[in-house]
């Protein structure tokens, strides 16, 4: 048996933990989810996962802390980001991102073809 490939969510909004591992699971993933981004660190998923979908704006470590924190400890995750926030100022530090691991910037509520997409390229 083959494992599939293990997909952390990591978002404080308890509605995105409950929706969004269903829809990955039935994409074909193994799913976790963290309400925070301190908690994902603290875990064994930061050596096992092999994307992150994560939102930019959580109280405590943001998305983008988040990214650097990885950086500085040398894990190069792929990363999705997603925000409920129209802020085009921020999407365009998430494209900035990509070169430091990040995939894409979905904007709440995402369609599940732009998450497939989003998930397909970070895992090529």
């Given amino acids: 048996m083959t494992s599939r490939p293990l997909v952390s969510v990591i978002d404080d909004d308890q509605s995105i933990r409950e929706s969004l591992p269903d829809l990955i699971r039935e994409l ?36 983008f802390d988040l990214q650097n924190e ?19 100022a921020v999407r365009a530090r998430a494209r900035a991102a990509q070169g430091l691991g990040a995939v894409d910037c979905l904007t709440k509520p995402f369609s599940e073809a732009a998450l497939v997409e989003a998930l397909d390229a970070a895992l090529q």
């Fill in 28 to 63: 074909g993933f193994d799913v976790v989810v963290f309400a925070s981004a301190e908690a994902f660190l603290a875990s064994e998923a930061v050596v096992r996962s092999r994307c992150l979908v994560v939102d930019i704006a959580m109280p405590g470590m943001t998305g």
């Fill in 70 to 88: 990885l950086m500085r400890r040398s894990i190069r995750i792929p990363i999705v980001f997603i925000t409920a926030r129209e802020d085009e």
